[in-house]
């Protein structure tokens, strides 16, 4: 096979452990030795063996004189587990192809320069946009401290995320709300408006598919206004992490940290999107899927703090000009300070058509 295939292999190894890694990245890994695939492995789970090691141990003796197929830089630091590029050193692989760069600081080109010192041949780039996409949240979050934002909308053919008179359950179909799912496991932290709290009494936890880590709930919420009878509150599900305001009252804030939830208090009457991103991120949170409603997204967009942008939309048609969009808010005035996004894919899901952008920089 050639490079390209067994790099395919270890991507889809990599693939295969998306929700289950963070704060690790997911990564795979396959030692080849003549032609014989002779090892492979993915990190499962952070603090447990990197991908590398799991490969290296199946590989066994075969490892000497063979090649490895990464798909990120191996580690040349002591995180919970040793050095990977001292294991791979060690085993007598001659030749290594990495797809993408570590930018954790830690790592960030000093695996590959320890490699080469020990004579070992290293080509980088196979697989490269597929690897880093992979583990897009990761690399932001490495890069800016701060946790990657993907917002999320369910809208109708003509942009409405809600009737005129509040309906708005349910406006996609279930392939639509199963596939959201699965993108809630795959984030840290799922962020939601006290308006859709209110509306929806939602539960924000990832159960319509198996597997991942259950992410942590955030509600912004400057009045706390929350119920104390809150599915959310009640669950025990997930932890429930409540952004208040400076003027929100003392007792509801001692009465909802009894149920369990964690309020964070803001030092001035609003709740700034910087701070709470910034305390997520200090928190190992690396990326956040906000579910809206419509004001939260608005925020998001004039403020410009979000790296990716989904919609599933549903053919069905709502019209009103009372009733809500994707991302509400005072708007952008101009359309030259309008974020322009890059398409990375549209999907067909049952009925509906999911779009993903992403923001390139700008
Ligand atoms: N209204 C729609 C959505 N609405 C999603 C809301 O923002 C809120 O997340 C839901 O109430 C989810 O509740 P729970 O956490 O599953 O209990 N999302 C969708 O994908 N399609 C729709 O039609
Ligand atoms: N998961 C993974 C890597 N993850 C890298 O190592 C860091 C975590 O180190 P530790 O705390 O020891 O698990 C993580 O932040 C990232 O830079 N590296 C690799 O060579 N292979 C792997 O499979
Ligand atoms: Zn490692």
């Known amino acids: 096979m050639t490079d390209e295939e067994y790099m395919d292999l270890a991507l889809h190894l990599a693939e295969s452990t998306k929700g289950q890694t963070s704060p690790n990245p ?23 063996a990197h991908a590398e090691i799991h490969a290296l141990q199946a590989a066994g003796n075969d490892a000497q004189g063979a090649s ?3 798909t990120l830089e191996p580690c040349s630091h002591t995180g919970k587990t040793p050095p990977c590029v001292e294991a791979v050193i060690k085993s007598g692989i001659r030749r290594v192809v990495i797809a993408a760069l570590d930018p954790n600081p830690e790592v960030s080109g000093s695996g ?14 196979t697989g490269n946009n597929r690897a880093e ?10 890069k800016t401290g701060l946790p990657y934002v993907t917002l999320k909308t369910a809208v109708s053919l003509d942009g409405k995320t809600a009737t005129a008179t509040g309906e708005s359950q349910w406006i996609t179909g279930t392939e639509s709300r199963k596939d959201s799912h699965r993108l809630r496991h795959e984030h840290d932290a799922i962020l939601a408006g006290i308006g859709t709290v209110l509306h929806d009494d939602p539960s924000l936890t990832a159960r319509a598919v198996e597997g991942g880590l259950q992410p942590v709930r955030v509600v912004l919420d400057r009045h706390l206004r929350i119920p104390l009878e809150a599915s959310m509150l009640q669950d025990n599900m997930a932890p429930v992490w409540i952004f208040c305001g400076a003027e929100a009252s003392t007792e509801k804030k001692r009465n909802l940290a009894q149920t369990g939830a964690v309020i964070y208090q803001a030092s001035e ?4 999107l910087a701070e709470v991103l910034s305390i997520l991120g200090n928190e190992n949170i690396l990326s956040v899927f906000v579910e ?10 004039e403020e410009k703090r979000f790296q990716e942008f989904i919609t599933y939309t549903a053919p069905v048609l709502i019209g009103g000009r009372l009733a809500p969009t994707s991302a509400g808010g005072s708007g952008i005035a101009h359309l030259n300070e309008a974020p322009r996004l ?3 894919s549209v999907e067909q899901l049952g009925q509906d058509i999911k779009v993903t952008a992403v923001r390139k920089g700008n």
């Open 112 to 125: 590959v320069k320890r490699l080469q010192e020990a004579g070992i041949e290293v080509s980088i780039g």
């Open 68 to 70: 490895m197929y990464v």
């Open 269 to 272: 009457a609003d709740v700034q």
């Open 342 to 344: 890059e398409v990375h």
């Open 26 to 48: 997911s990564v795979g890994a396959v030692v080849v030795k003549n032609g014989t695939t002779a090892g492979m492995g993915a990190h499962l789970k952070a603090g447990e």
């Open 292 to 301: 809206g409603g419509s004001e939260i997204h608005g925020r998001f967009v």
């Open 133 to 142: 996409w992979l583990n897009r949240y990761f690399m932001h979050f490495m």
